[in-house]
């Protein structure tokens, strides 16, 4: 079964800094660009940054540009995300998705697939 599984969230105070880690089972992430996205209460989801398959291209949206830093270890099939300078207006659940191809649409990866799981909740908050 192929599967991507988020983790690493909690609650942290503004200022603060908190990893994230999308592990993949059932298939090997070498070949795809990865994306993390996010969800905050009431609001659509929306994408956060994106990695390409070698991790030679890495794409941020405006509001995370220079806070955080998307990167990958493909030998354990694994995507970070760092987060640093955290602002309540980050607090959501955050998911990660694994493109059909091995590079990246702006900051999400190209015809991702939405299969999501159940995501890791980031609490910003003093």
């Known amino acids: 079964q192929l599967q991507l599984v988020e983790s690493g969230g909690g609650l942290v105070q503004p200022g603060g800094s908190l990893r994230l880690s999308c592990a993949a089972s059932?298939?090997?992430?070498?070949?795809?660009?990865i994306g993390w996205f996010r969800q905050a209460p009431g609001k659509e989801r929306e994408g956060v940054s994106c990695?390409?398959?070698?991790?030679?291209?890495?794409n941020y949206a405006d509001s995370v540009k220079g806070r955080f830093t998307i990167s990958r270890d493909n030998a354990k099939n694994t995507v970070y995300l760092q987060m640093n300078s955290l602002k309540p207006e980050d607090t959501a659940v955050y998911y990660c998705?694994?493109?059909?191809?091995?590079?990246?649409?702006?900051?999400?990866?190209?015809?991702?697939?939405?299969?999501w799981g159940q995501g890791t909740l980031v609490t910003v908050s003093s």
């Open positions: 998705a694994a493109g059909t191809y091995y590079y990246c649409s702006g900051y999400v990866p190209y015809r991702y697939l939405e299969d």
């Open positions: 059932g298939f090997t992430l070498d070949y795809y660009a």
């Open positions: 990695i390409s398959s070698s991790g030679g291209s890495t």
